[in-house]
Every structure is written in C-alpha cells, then in structure tokens.
C-alpha cells in the first residue's frame, strides 16, 4: 500500500469517526429533549386530570350552560 492510499483510508476514518461523534452528540440531546418533553407531557396530563375532577365536581347550578 503506497503512502497517498494510506493517507486517503486516514482521512476516511477520522471522516467517519467525526460523523459518528456528532451523530452520538445528536443522539443524546435528541434523548434529552425527549426526556423533557415526556416529564412536560406529565404535568400537563396531571393539570389536565386535576382540572377535570374539579369541574366534575361543581354542582349543576354551578355550572354555565353550553350557550354561555
């Protein structure tokens, strides 16, 4: 093997073992974000519930019609 092919398989790798160091980097904030959007989804379901228990426990007379 000359030294020109040596130097282009080289190049290739350290290519490649960038591309694989930015697609881990993306990977774990990728992961990240989907950590915080799932602990958002969370609290809002608990909010969303919370909301509801309340509503459903108001009295009727309590309770505006559907036209208003």
């Known amino acids: ?3 020109d092919a040596l130097e282009q398989l080289q190049t ?3 290519y490649l073992e960038r591309a694989n160091a930015d697609l881990s980097d993306m990977t774990f904030r990728q992961h990240q974000d989907i950590k915080a ?3 958002q989804l969370k ?3 608990q909010r ?3 909301a ?3 509503w459903n426990e ?3 007379a309590e309770q ?3 036209h208003y």
Do not use: D, F, G, V
Request: charged share 15%; no cysteine.
């Open 52 to 54: 509801l228990s309340t």
């Open 43 to 45: 609290q809002l379901a």
């Open 12 to 14: 290739k790798i350290a």
């Open 48 to 50: 969303l519930n919370a």
């Open 1 to 3: 093997m000359n030294h």
């Open 58 to 60: 108001q009295e009727p």
């Open 37 to 39: 959007l799932e602990q």
């Open 64 to 66: 505006r019609p559907p």
